[in-house]
């Protein structure tokens, strides 16, 4: 018993995989590819725990190349130099079928040195990595290959992982072993869509139960002890980072509060409170904006709060602009207003300041019209005077449109009567 459970148990034909309908359910691409025999490059993209190093594996026992494999955290070009010495050697008649595990640890060099023969079809090419491939791999790897997306196992599909990983312990000791009700739901709930993790937490369970008259009673207490936050997932650096902040805003931008609430208490669980505040912020003042212009100092107070507290106890005023922004009548009028103009200076429509708007108050020799010309607004009734405010090269341009939220629309109505304009 040396091997880890999850090893021990790893699945030996596609059958056995749990999860992953979307990909290997009847009629599905690559089920239908594996099948054919006659495989592509492919690369697998996913978490960790999800079967891609599994169907690797079974992948390589249906073809008739030799099999080798590398890990991107530790191999050399020199260990690329080896695989590439074997082709058309007695050891690889057939070409060879490369398992590269991590691949997005492999430089871009490393990367390119496989290309050449990729291309030619002396070495087919299994690639998995946890980080998103169009940003990781060499863009002329991923032309020459199927990328396919593994998803998180459903707790349903992951619980009978669990289930298998008891029985096998059960027939590998010769031991009986009793589970309390909810221990297998629980372990497959817990471990964040990891079968891996579920099967090792199987394992822990097992182990951490001394057995009574040859029976292991484990229990719903234990299963719980040992598999305490382990259902976060997260990297800072990684993809789970940025799609967690982009579902916190979304759904707080679309109104649901129990969403926003659910990644609000991921983000702080994993210690994340500047990026969960930030966003908030942003959230504040980029989709609810004019609509409700008090949000946006409320917000700031709940954070300055938040920060000032610490976590654990972050999460409350966190939690009450969270709901609140979730509630508020949203309006993105002035964000799309400034990215209009942005868009301009960039495209370098920017021009000179209009003269009766520049700092300035001395007219050289040479100005037959001397004087700034500047109306001050509040000398006219209602505070405003139509005068130009635009450089000449953009004095039509439009980039701010009212709301249509109670706010803007009171806004608007009263400088239709001042400006005497639609």
Known sequence: MSAPLADRLRPQKIEEIVGQEHLLGEGRALG????SKNLPNLVFYGPSGVGKTTLASIIAKSTNRTLRKLNGTNASTADIKEIV????????????????????????????????????????????????????????????????????VLPKDIEKAVLRGFEFLRNE???????????????????????????????????STLPENNVRKITLATAKELTQSSSMKYDR????????????????????????????????????????????LVCACEDVGLAYPMIIPIVKSAVDIAFQVGLPEAKIPLADAVVLV?????????????????????????????????NMHYDGADNENKGQFYNYPHEYDNHWINQQYLPDVLKNAKYYEFGDNKTEQAAKEYWRRVKGND
């Open 32 to 35: 239908n590819i594996v099948a």
């Open 85 to 152: 010495a074997e082709l058309d050697t007695l050891s690889a008649p057939n070409g060879i079928l490369l398992y590269l595990d991590e691949i997005q640890y492999f430089n871009k060099k490393q990367q390119q040195s496989l290309l050449e023969y990729i291309e030619k079809g002396d070495i087919t090419l299994i690639a998995s990595t946890a980080e998103n491939p169009y940003f990781y791999v060499y863009s002329a790897i991923l032309s020459r290959s199927t990328v396919f997306e593994f998803k998180p």
């Open 173 to 207: 000791t010769d031991e009986k072993i009793e589970l309390e009700n909810g221990v297998s739901m629980h372990i497959a709930t817990a471990c964040g869509g990891d079968v891996r993790k579920a099967i090792n937490a199987v394992e822990l369970c097992f182990l």
């Open 237 to 280: 650096q990684g993809d789970e980072h940025y799609d967690l902040l982009s579902a916190f805003q979304k759904s707080m931008r679309g109104s649901d509060a129990d969403a926003a609430l659910h990644y609000l208490a991921r983000l702080l669980e994993a210690g994340d409170l500047l990026s969960a505040a930030r966003r908030l």
């Open 326 to 358: 979730c509630n508020s009548p949203k309006s993105n009028s002035a964000y799309l207003g400034i990215k209009k103009a942005t868009n301009d200076v960039k495209k370098g429509l920017v021009g000179a300041v209009p003269r009766h708007l520049q």
